[in-house]
């Protein structure tokens, strides 16, 4: 399975160790660096080798986005954590690709992380109403645009590969065989033409297919 390099950024060192300990619990995210955040955005993305930014905010997040706006012409694979609902639009016009809160847990952090990285725009629907005007952002995409439509079990699965649970763990809360799973995983990829499951998941959030 392909793992994602992530730069964490945050101003508080003791938030950059805690993200750090929390997506070292998934297996497809690897920490590539951990810089503050008056680091220069792109050398710190390009010295590490990075395939995408974990920005924390904290709590006073005005110049945070200054600095993050300050390099939005690089078009950075960003996701930004936030304090409140309110600096959701902010953060967009600053230049991020994924937002959410910084309660999410670090399954829905991957796969935000994940779907950023595939080049998505990435938003937690508590946040939908104060980032994007009109009407519900989050609508459903057809599902013609599969090649065939995923079965119950199916959608089961790929929700727990989107949480980043590995095939043996994924057999144990379904409480079916890994052979069964990895059954499942292979139906679920042709379905999605995806080569990882990486990029079935980004794929299948592109559909409206996940809860992220």
């Known amino acids: 399975m392909d793992t994602l390099r992530v730069l964490v950024v945050a101003d508080d060192p003791i938030a950059r160790a ?38 924390d905010l904290g709590w006073e997040s005005e110049a945070a986005l200054e600095h993050l706006a300050e390099a939005r012409e690089m078009t950075l694979p960003v996701t930004i954590l936030l304090a409140g609902v309110a600096e959701a639009g902010p953060a967009l016009d600053a230049g991020a690709r994924g937002v959410l809160l910084r309660t999410a847990e670090s399954q829905q952090i991957a796969a935000a992380l994940a779907g950023v990285a ?24 057809p599902s013609d645009q599969l090649a065939e439509e995923l079965t119950p079990r199916e959608r089961e699965v790929l ?34 033409a995806a ?6 998941v980004t794929r299948a959030a592109r559909l409206g297919l996940l809860i992220l």
């Open 195 to 200: 080569r990882t499951r990486t990029e079935a």
């Open 118 to 141: 595939a080049g998505l725009t990435v938003l937690d629907p508590i946040l939908s109403a104060a980032a994007l005007p009109g009407p519900e952002p989050a609508a459903e995409r």
């Open 18 to 55: 805690g993200l750090a300990a929390l997506l070292s619990e998934q297996p497809e995210l690897t920490i590539a660096a951990q810089v503050g955040s008056d680091a220069d955005l792109n050398d710190a993305f390009e010295g590490a080798q990075a395939d995408v930014i974990l920005y």
């Open 159 to 192: 929700q727990l590969l989107a949480d980043g649970l590995p095939n043996r763990a994924i057999a144990e809360r379904l409480t079916i065989s890994e052979h069964t799973v990895k059954f499942h995983v292979t139906a679920i990829m042709g379905k999605l």
